[in-house]
């Protein structure tokens, strides 16, 4: 019995469709439970961190993100709804089903906007104008995070270059069952004050106080650094610190506490254009530790930052930032160190160098996180700060790559291991009894130090300040995430040589390629011309 070939055929014809259809509902069912994307940038920074997707794979129960934003706003903020909508989808998919994300438009919705004031989230002024628009009205932009009874909030989300890290930040305070980490800023020797300054220290403050709690500490009192700071930052001390604050800091150290130092030898006088001589009197306490800040001054004429300095107009002077070779750009950084690694560069004004101890106790583990160029120069004796006096190499200044930014890790044995503890200064607290003292340690626990030999870098470098506080508290979860900033990559500066190439190319780089193959064509049909003319020819003769 033969079978009907057109029964066959379409046999085959419905076993195939059943068979796509069955995948394809295969493949729907098993993509709900599945998350995959596809990012071709170089740093994947559309993508999640491995750090962001950990804190999801904490959560024990449910996280429910709400997301309050007013429609209809006009760019930049047109997409930034969207943007933050996606980035908590992307958590939501590695939540184990446990993130709900939520959104609403509170505008007009007296529940809603209440229920947004509740979490913390109020509008913000929006701005708008353009040659047939005018808008000025109140606008939400807000997200509001609710772990069971904590709660977390982005009150307004005007820029998405961080947003990973900000979101980041807010569900680790939700997820963590540690309390919030003590960060120490030193007092009483002429430092920045943390707590009132008005000027660029303002932004790094606001930036620690969103995650630790931050503490100015005296020194050189009564008494010892509070046991609950978990790391000191000793930041432009102007005068020299006495022995006793010394002391403090030492035992700090020897109980196991992280300390990064930013000293500077000279400040700038701008009103007479010459360097102002400071003494900090950390020397000894350093080069026991194993560090020297030498007391040169750090120039580079390559790779500088600018300053504003004061030039005469007339009858007034105003300030004219100028690139000045005394604030050092550094681009040689420790690509293996989490600190610094995702870091472009760092400004460090009016650097010295810093030294190593040769050879270091092999109980110590140091790393030179950022160097100058092999060009730069370093000079004793600075007598200006003038940007003009450095326009060529002088004499007495020395060339080389020079170590900014190091930082070692480790045990110490303590700066006053052989002598007592030198007595608190009574003005400091004349009216209060002198507490009992613990017998001072003469080693340390396990712990890190960092120093850089200039004291403005600190306001320069928010980024990588967080980044240091996180890795000297042993938080350094956030750090990757951080570092992850979407920004439009700066052009790299053309030659004049150069960019005449690149017009020349402009220029002749697509007609060229016509004209060849335009004389390759017409070689090739006068040729083939030739053939058949030589072929008429042979036929007609035979």
Known sequence: MSLDPRRTLLANVWAQLGLVVLIVVLLNTWSTGSFGRLDLTRDKLYSLDIASRGLMGRLKKPLIAKVYFTDGLQAPYNNFQRIVVDKLDDLAAYSGGLMDVQVSDPTGDT???????????????????????????????????????????????????????DLARAIHALVSDQDRRTVGWAAGQGEPDLATDKGPLVDLRNRLVERYNVRVVPLGGAGSIPEDVDAMLVVGPQSELTERALYQLDQFMMRGGAMAVFVANIKPDLRTMRPLRIFHGMEGLLGHYGV????????????????????????????????????????????????????????????????????????????????TNKDAGRLTGLRTIAPDAFRARLSSEEKGSWPLLVSLSGTWSSYFADRQPPKPDPTLSPTQEIPTEDP???????????????????????????????????????????????????????????????????????????????????????????????????????
């Open 292 to 371: 020297k800040v030498n007391r040169d001054i750090i120039i580079d004429r390559q790779r500088n930052g600018m300053m504003n300095i004061p030039v005469r107009q007339g009858q007034r002077v105003v300030m004219v930032p100028v690139n000045t070779p005394l604030i050092p750009r550094a681009t040689e950084l420790d690509r293996d160190n989490l600190v610094v690694k995702d870091l472009d560069s760092m400004l460090f004004p009016f650097a010295s160098s810093v030294e190593l101890v040769d050879p270091l106790p092999p109980e110590l583990h140091a790393t030179v996180l950022a160097r």
């Open 440 to 542: 001072p340690l003469r080693s340390s626990a396990p712990t890190q130090l960092v120093v850089a030999g200039s004291a403005d870098f600190v306001v320069n470098q928010p980024r990588f300040m967080l980044n240091l506080v996180d890795w000297m508290v042993q938080d350094d979860s956030l750090i990757a995430i951080r570092s992850k900033t979407i920004d439009l990559p700066a052009l790299r500066p053309i030659k004049p040589a150069e960019a005449s190439r690149l017009k020349l190319f402009n220029m002749l780089g697509g007609v060229l390629p016509l004209l060849l193959l335009g004389l390759v064509r017409f070689a090739l049909r006068r040729r083939g011309a030739g053939f058949r003319q030589d072929a008429d020819t042979d036929q007609a003769a035979a």
């Open 111 to 165: 529940a809603l906007q209440e229920e947004a004031q509740r979490f913390g989230i109020t509008p913000v002024q929006y701005r708008y104008n353009s040659a047939t628009v005018k808008e000025l009205k109140s606008v939400y932009m807000g997200v509001a995070l609710v772990y069971g009874d904590k709660q977390q909030a982005l009150p307004a989300i005007t820029q998405t270059a961080t947003l990973e890290y």
